[in-house]
């Protein structure tokens, strides 16, 4: 019966016999499901991918799109059926091996096709590739086949394995296009071998063009050049493409040239962009033919984002800056009194740049090498095969034994939590140390709300330590616990921080994250602080009365028990201190100066209206939490003034948080104090919140602003009509 169910499976049609066995396999168990998988094992082994793929090319099958996805997918599921016993053949690097096998089978078929002028289709084999280096099989298969393949292209001259390099890539389909091309672009050596593969493909395919001239280039950065090295010379040295050129020098120099950018790209993002400037840049003095008008173009993006460089606070990015200057003159400039030359030192950063002006050579491949390392592959895997079968018969007696179950196993940590808070403060600038970095993070918190007495001495220090913490290592609630940890000591220590940080709001050398962070924190604080504080209730003292005799006794044991049909006297809930009070002006006031100073790293009325915008909001929600305090009036007519000046501004962004700061200023300010001291304001107010509703094109700020003119309503009810009982 075995020996049927093998020829009838094996030796039949190789499509169906994979179909039939991968869909038994998922409902199968025990015998029959060794069964299958030693079927499939065979089935593989005999070159049934190739066929498969074969059969397809030359006679397509309406099923095909299952097939592809039953073999990519096959060593998950026979995976998920073995579990601790893994099959030879479904392991990943065998598994790999048989599909680059099979792969070189279909291609010298389809070679052997077209030289004898029959039609085939390459289409099938590129649709399955596309859906292996989706899976993830990408750099693994061009490992393999990208030596063989140009070792064929050097031997052909029939041109026909140019025709298969390059029907391979562009009959992938595009949502498998990125992985595929993003491997053979980081393996190929050579940027001359790029056209072998992709031809002019990138003119008619929008997303390849988009992937090498602007994700690859623009959006990713990587560490190595020979990506860069590959895409730019193959756009510089295919005529066809050299708009397309052209096209990619003037996005990557706008990107350079580019305030926003040199402000808030890392460094490591506008070397990546430096280096393809410097390819570019080599390729366009190598050759004569480009026009003067690309050159004078180049010369005036350059000038323009120069002046962003040098006026930058990071030494790197001013140097960078002078070297992508000294090149783009020394390609615009043939005179060498004209060129830029400046006086820097050059580290190691800028000597790999100058080495990127020298364009790579053709390397060397010799057939003899190539055979050598898989002849060496081969025996490899021999050795590996032999190895196996004699550690099968020689088992060790320790193998016997029974493994303990750890699946419940917790880590044990070797960092202890800080029990002080100088201590947690010293595990934070510990470096590289992450382990006692991340447990003194978790800790600091609890630490800083236990111990708010002794915070007067350390707490702006602690929270500079907490301001200026970097993310080097992963820890998914990282953001979270430095944000609680700041919260906390802003909460337990208002006056040391508070000043500290509405200081480094405006200072400069600081990203706008770390500004954004300082807005959070002090909305959040200010917030908590506003809030009663949360304790024992106060029972109010009963004082416990001596009778004189014994009738103020029983008199009292009467009034005790005697009803009476009323309302009793209400105990009063004793009143909580306003924490916020003594400290709001600290929160506040800051804030609003120097909000017009423009710096390198900080322009808030200009192209850091993001912050701007949060900075309007935390003014907002801080005037809020000074409800009824003292010092509530003077901050709303600050408010006011301030809010006044930015009523029509052209971000919507900005005159939605305008817009939220005036509720708030309606809400916390009494209607008194509305009517007395912000009279002028109130005058223009009414008619500016009606032209909002009406006029502004942002859904929001009209939302906004109909809110706003309902509370100014209530405000001036509550004024002129106190009785009036208003309703929403």
Not at 240 to 257: G, Q
Not at 511 to 518: Q, S, Y
Not at 579 to 584: G, I, L, N, S
Request: charged share 25%.
């Amino acid at each position: 019966m075995n020996e049927t169910v093998d020829i009838f499976f094996l030796n039949g049609w190789p499509t169906e016999s994979l179909v039939i066995l991968g869909h038994s396999l998922a409902s199968s168990s025990g015998y029959k499901q060794q069964k299958i998988i030693s079927l499939l094992e065979n089935l593989l082994t005999r070159s049934a991918i190739s066929d498969i793929v074969w059969e397809q090319c030359c006679s397509p099958v309406a099923f095909w799109d299952e097939v592809v996805i039953l073999l990519v997918s096959l060593p998950d599921r026979v995976a998920a059926k073995l579990q601790d016993e893994p099959s030879s053949v479904f392991e990943r690097d065998a598994y790999i091996q048989l599909i680059a096998e099979s792969f070189q089978k279909i291609l010298t078929k389809l070679h052997d096709q077209l030289s004898k002028s029959e039609n085939t289709s390459i289409t099938p084999l590129s649709e399955l590739f596309g859906k292996y280096c989706l899976h993830g099989y990408a750099d693994a298969l061009w490992e393999q086949l990208l030596p063989w393949l140009l070792s064929r292209l050097s031997q052909s001259e029939s041109g026909i394995w140019l025709r298969l390099c390059e029907g391979l890539i562009s009959k992938i389909p595009t949502r498998c296009m990125e992985s595929c091309v993003v491997a053979l672009v980081a393996q190929i050596p050579w940027f001359g071998h790029m056209s072998k593969f992709l031809g002019s493909t990138v003119l008619i395919n929008r997303n390849l063009q988009f992937l090498l001239t602007n994700k690859l280039l623009l959006i990713r950065h990587h560490h190595k050049p020979l990506i860069l090295q590959n895409i730019i010379g193959y756009l510089a040295t295919t005529t066809s493409l050299k708009s397309i050129f052209c096209k990619t020098m003037h996005s990557l120099l706008d990107v350079w040239a580019n305030a926003s950018a040199v402000k808030h790209s890392s460094y490591e993002q506008q070397f990546y962009i430096s280096q393809a400037i410097f390819i570019c840049s080599a390729f366009i003095k190598t050759n004569p033919d480009w026009g003067t008008e690309l050159k004078e173009d180049l010369l005036r993006v350059m000038l323009s984002g120069m002046q962003y460089h040098l006026e930058s606070s990071v030494e790197k990015v001013r140097i960078l800056g002078m070297a992508v200057a000294e090149v783009i003159t020394q390609v615009t400039e043939e005179s060498k009194d004209r060129q830029l030359q400046f006086q820097y030192e050059k580290d190691q950063d800028i000597e790999m740049l100058m080495s990127l002006l020298a364009i790579p050579e053709d390397p060397v491949f010799i057939h003899s090498q190539l055979e050598e390392i898989r002849v060496e592959a081969e025996v490899k895997e021999e050795v590996k095969e032999g190895i196996t079968a004699c550690a099968d018969e020689e088992l060790d007696s320790d193998d016997d034994l029974e493994p303990f179950d750890m699946t419940n196993d917790t880590k044990i940590n070797a960092v202890k939590r800080p029990l002080y808070l100088r201590e947690c403060m010293e595990g934070l600038i510990s470096g590289d140390a992450h382990d006692r970095v991340e447990i003194c993070l978790r800790s600091a918190e609890s630490l800083i709300r236990k111990h708010p007495k002794m915070l007067q001495e350390i707490a702006a220090e602690f929270m500079k330590i907490l301001l200026h913490l970097e993310k080097n290592f992963y820890m998914p609630d990282f953001v979270k616990c430095r944000h609680g940890a700041m919260v906390a000591l802003l909460v337990n220590a208002p006056s040391e921080c508070a000043p500290y940080l509405s200081g480094r709001l405006y200072a400069t050398n600081y990203h706008l994250r770390h500004r954004m962070d300082i807005l959070e924190v002090l909305a959040q604080a200010a917030q908590e602080l506003a809030e009663p504080e949360k304790g024992k209730k106060v029972q109010p003292v009963v004082m416990a009365l001596e009778a004189e005799n014994w009738r103020a006794v029983v008199d009292e044991r009467v009034e005790r028990k005697t009803r009476r049909f009323g309302k009793g006297r209400q105990i009063e809930t004793p009143e909580a201190k306003n924490r916020f009070a003594p400290v709001a002006a600290l929160f506040f006031f800051p804030l609003l100066s120097n909000y017009d100073t423009k710096e390198v790293t900080l322009d808030l009325l200009g192209a850091d209206h993001i912050v701007f915008s949060r900075l309007l909001h935390t003014l907002g929600i801080i005037m809020y939490s000074a409800v009824n305090t003292p010092i509530c009036p003077r901050m709303a007519v600050a408010l006011a003034d301030f809010l006044w000046l930015f009523t029509y501004h052209p971000q919507g962004g900005v005159r939605q948080a305008v817009l939220f700061a005036v509720c708030m200023l309606l809400l916390a300010t009494p209607p008194h104090v509305l009517f007395t001291d912000l009279q002028d304001h109130l005058m223009n107010l009414k008619p500016w919140l009606e032209d909002s509703v009406e006029k502004d094109s942002d859904a929001d700020c009209r939302k906004l602003a109909l809110q706003a003119l309902y509370l100014l309503q209530n405000s001036v009810k509550k004024e002129f009509n106190p009785n009036e009982d208003l309703r929403c």
